[in-house]
Nanobody, 117 residues
Framework: QVQLVESGGGLVQAGGSLRLSCVASGSTNRVNSMAWYRQAPGKQRELVATINREGSTNYADAVKGRFTISRDTAKNTVYLQMNSLKPEDTAVYYC???????????WGQGTQVTVSS
C-alpha cells in the first residue's frame, strides 16, 4: 500500500502562485510514476501533470508554461509549482501514484485551490 498526503492548497488572487506538496509513505519502492490531477465543481477529474521515475514530465495544455511538476525521491515527495494562476485553475487537486507493473492507482485526499479574480 502507498499513502499520499497533499498540502499547500489555499486561496490566492489571479496571477499569484502556490506550491503543492505530496508526501508518499508505505511501499514507495513500488511506485513508478506520480501525477497531479484536479477536479473542478461539476466537472470530471482531469490530468494536470505527470513525472516518472526518470524525471520525464508531461503537462496538460491548459497549464503548460505555468505549472512545474518535480520530484524529490529521497523525500518521497512530489511538488506542483503553480504560477500565473487563473480563476479557471480553481479545483481540488489530487496527488496520484501508479504502482509498478500493475499500474494500480493510489490517490491522496485532495487539497483545495481557489483562485479569485
Amino acid at each position: 500500500q502507498v499513502q499520499l498526503v497533499e498540502s499547500g492548497g489555499g486561496l490566492v488572487q489571479a496571477g499569484g502562485s502556490l506550491r503543492l506538496s505530496c508526501v508518499a509513505s508505505g511501499s514507495t519502492n513500488r511506485v513508478n510514476s506520480m501525477a497531479w490531477y484536479r477536479q473542478a465543481p461539476g466537472k470530471q477529474r482531469e490530468l494536470v501533470a505527470t513525472i516518472n521515475r526518470e524525471g520525464s514530465t508531461n503537462y496538460a495544455d491548459a497549464v503548460k508554461g505555468r505549472f512545474t511538476i518535480s520530484r524529490d525521491t529521497a523525500k518521497n515527495t512530489v511538488y506542483l509549482q503553480m504560477n500565473s494562476l487563473k480563476p479557471e485553475d480553481t479545483a481540488v487537486y489530487y496527488c496520484n501514484a501508479r504502482r509498478i507493473l500493475t499500474d494500480y492507482p493510489y490517490w491522496g485526499q485532495g487539497t483545495q485551490v481557489t483562485v479569485s479574480s
